[in-house]
């Protein structure tokens, strides 16, 4: 059965209280939560490329400057969260990124195994 064939009343008990609700049909379709994968780097918000500074094969330190990305007139400076190689890089300098693209995919780096 899926979400949008269940019925659609529920009751929730809180602090030994019933309460009736209703879900809406979009509360029934939404999709499902899925965690963030550490080896892709994906655009948190949509923006202009600038500069990609790592390259496919380098090996990046924690803190390090991945790419920068100019969104809203202000340059973001997306760094590395851990020490990592650059396994391949998706996007060019002077290219409109929407939220969610996927901009670089990365390997753990050397001091990670």
């Known amino acids: 059965m899926t979400p949008a064939q269940k019925t659609a009343r529920q009751t929730i008990r809180l602090n030994d209280t019933a309460y009736e609700t209703t879900l809406t049909k979009k509360y029934a379709q939404r999709r499902p ?3 963030k994968d550490p080896s892709r ?6 923006g202009l490329i600038l500069e990609p500074i790592a390259q496919p094969g380098e090996q990046v330190r924690r803190g390090h400057d ?3 990305l100019e969104a809203m007139k202000m340059q ?3 760094t590395a969260h851990d020490d990592v190689t650059v396994k391949a890089v ?5 290219e409109t990124v929407t939220k969610g693209q996927l901009l670089m995919e990365f390997e753990p780096g050397p001091d990670a195994l």
């Open 66 to 68: 991945l790419l920068i």
């Open 33 to 35: 939560y899925q965690p």
């Open 90 to 94: 998706h996007v060019t300098p002077g």
């Open 76 to 78: 973001n400076h997306i």
């Open 41 to 46: 780097l994906t655009a948190i918000i949509p």
